[in-house]
């Protein structure tokens, strides 16, 4: 410890902590203080202690301090296309709706959509979100700008030619490290129905040769599944088995069509796989299977949460996310002991930030660790009295409890204001562009919807 004040210094929290076997626990009395942007230590303290100098002090007495949220896969961009495909068939909701309406996307609509998703989710307690969109250096600037840490593919169809994965990889080589560390980068090929395995095949040796993960869609719900078994003999993991995307470090986003015969796949993958779920959007488009967390658990392969975006969700709700995988996994496996309160917050904390390739330096408070922190007020008649902590962060808190958020040591959102986008103005102007992003008069879309 150095004599010089400390950036940050948070007092009178209770912390949740994780114990050298990752099981969680919760330390009372906790102050934390941040230093270069980095967790210097957390201690608990008497009450009545006398705080260490810092440039900024804030008093946390009755509230959780928790690693910040991440939101292991989402298009955040796509808030501007909250609630306009309802109540649909995936098949429909692609082809008749989202992806028409892509198909008018600026730059700047890209920008806004970002900068109102980012506001969403600072003021939900995510300090990280991993993105997978167009124009994606429109995101990035957002990132930079409002202080909130992502990671973050340009997304490509074979449809697009090779310069659709070409200019995948340019994206992720030119901004990984950028926003002084806060953006890591992905290479993000769309899915196995929409990237041909050459295609698939080309992006793994390239993700090898530069050092670069992928995050692509895969299995994403069972009639995928059971469409490239009948088209082509195999299940969408064993395609990414076969063009060698398992022997990278791989992000898979949602997986509810992964079958039995997937599990020795995947269990045999040479690179570091993770797969993010989004249970809203699944009980939303009334598919019939959900991410089998409870295998994948056994096969030591990390489960991060998720929206997806929010034409499909609806929400960046993460919190949300976090309540209703457990829910979820109880009603699915018919056990009310899987998924618990704690194994919940373990998916919202260190395995999420594992899913996204940060698993060494968020997901957990402990010194070392970047100061990527909540803070969440447990104050409320809904959330009082509190028997069991975990249960009631899970269960009874929601988002709308965070009252603070803290990312690299620097507060985003203080008391509930955040501090670093403009809201009114962003709706404002978003609001304006509604007419001629929405129009589907010209028959066209980016993409189709076949499985």
């Known amino acids: 410890m150095t004599d010089s004040p400390a950036d940050l210094v948070i007092t009178g929290c209770t912390a949740l902590v994780h114990d050298d076997e990752e099981r969680i626990g919760f330390e009372e009395n906790a102050t934390i203080v941040?230093?270069?942007?980095?967790?210097?230590?957390?201690?608990?303290?008497?009450?009545?202690?006398?705080?260490?100098?810092?440039?900024?002090?804030?008093?946390?007495?009755?509230?959780?301090?928790?690693?910040?949220?991440?939101?292991?896969?989402?298009?955040?961009?796509?808030?501007?296309?909250?609630?306009?495909?309802?109540?649909?068939?995936?098949?429909?909701?692609?082809?008749?709706?989202?992806?028409?309406?892509?198909?008018?996307?600026?730059?700047?609509?890209?920008?806004?959509?970002?900068?109102?998703?980012?506001?969403?989710?600072?003021?939900?307690?995510?300090?990280?979100?991993?993105?997978h969109y167009f124009s994606m250096d429109a995101v990035a600037s957002v990132v930079e700008e409002c202080g909130i840490r992502a990671h973050l593919g340009e997304a490509y169809f074979s449809s697009q030619g090779p310069q659709g994965r070409e200019k995948s990889l340019e994206?992720?080589?030119?901004?990984?490290?950028?926003?002084?560390?806060?953006?890591?980068?992905?290479?993000?090929?769309?899915?196995?129905?929409?990237?041909?395995?050459?295609?698939?095949?080309?992006?793994?040796?390239?993700?090898?040769?530069?050092?670069?993960?992928?995050?692509?869609?895969?299995?994403?719900?069972?009639?995928?599944?059971?469409?490239?078994?009948?088209?082509?003999?195999?299940?969408?993991?064993?395609?990414?088995?076969?063009?060698?995307?398992?022997?990278?470090?791989?992000?898979?986003?949602?997986?509810?069509?992964?079958?039995?015969?997937?599990?020795?796949?995947?269990?045999?993958?040479?690179?570091r796989v993770s797969v993010a779920t989004a249970p809203r959007g699944y009980l939303k488009f009334a598919w019939p299977t959900t991410t089998p967390v409870r295998a994948l658990h056994d096969l030591g392969i990390p489960v991060g949460l998720a929206t997806d975006g929010a034409a499909s969700n609806n929400s960046l709700d993460v919190w949300e996310s976090m309540a209703l995988t457990a829910l979820v996994q109880k009603s699915t496996t018919g056990d009310p002991r899987w998924l618990t309160s704690r194994q919940a917050l373990h998916h919202a904390t260190l395995q999420s930030a594992r899913a996204v390739g940060l698993g060494d330096t968020l997901g957990t408070l402990a010194p070392g660790r970047r100061a990527d922190i909540v803070l969440v007020d447990l104050s409320g008649p809904h959330t009082q009295p509190v028997h069991d902590l975990a249960a009631t962060l899970v269960h009874s808190a929601r988002s709308s409890d965070v009252r603070t958020t803290i990312v690299d040591g620097r507060v985003l959102m203080r008391d509930r204001e955040l501090l670093t986008v403009d809201v009114p103005g962003v709706v404002r102007e978003l609001g304006e562009r509604m007419p001629a992003l929405l129009d589907r008069s010209h028959g066209g879309r980016i993409q189709q919807y076949d499985t």
């Open 34 to 131: 941040v230093r270069g942007g980095v967790i210097e230590s957390l201690t608990a303290t008497e009450p009545s202690t006398e705080p260490p100098p810092a440039a900024e002090h804030i008093d946390a007495r009755g509230q959780v301090a928790l690693p910040g949220l991440v939101n292991c896969h989402t298009h955040a961009p796509m808030v501007a296309l909250r609630g306009v495909a309802e109540d649909l068939p995936t098949d429909e909701w692609f082809n008749d709706v989202v992806w028409p309406v892509e198909s008018n996307l600026t730059e700047r609509d890209v920008e806004l959509g970002a900068r109102l998703a980012c506001a969403e989710m600072i003021r939900g307690g995510v300090t990280c979100f991993a993105d």
């Open 171 to 271: 994206f992720a080589l030119r901004h990984r490290g950028g926003a002084a560390g806060r953006i890591t980068t992905a290479l993000a090929p769309h899915a196995p129905y929409t990237v041909d395995d050459a295609d698939l095949a080309a992006t793994a040796e390239l993700a090898r040769a530069h050092g670069l993960p992928v995050h692509l869609h895969a299995a994403e719900n069972r009639a995928q599944a059971d469409t490239s078994l009948e088209r082509h003999g195999v299940t969408p993991i064993e395609v990414l088995a076969r063009t060698g995307i398992l022997d990278t470090d791989v992000l898979i986003a949602h997986g509810t069509g992964i079958l039995d015969r997937d599990l020795p796949v995947l269990a045999g993958a040479t690179g």
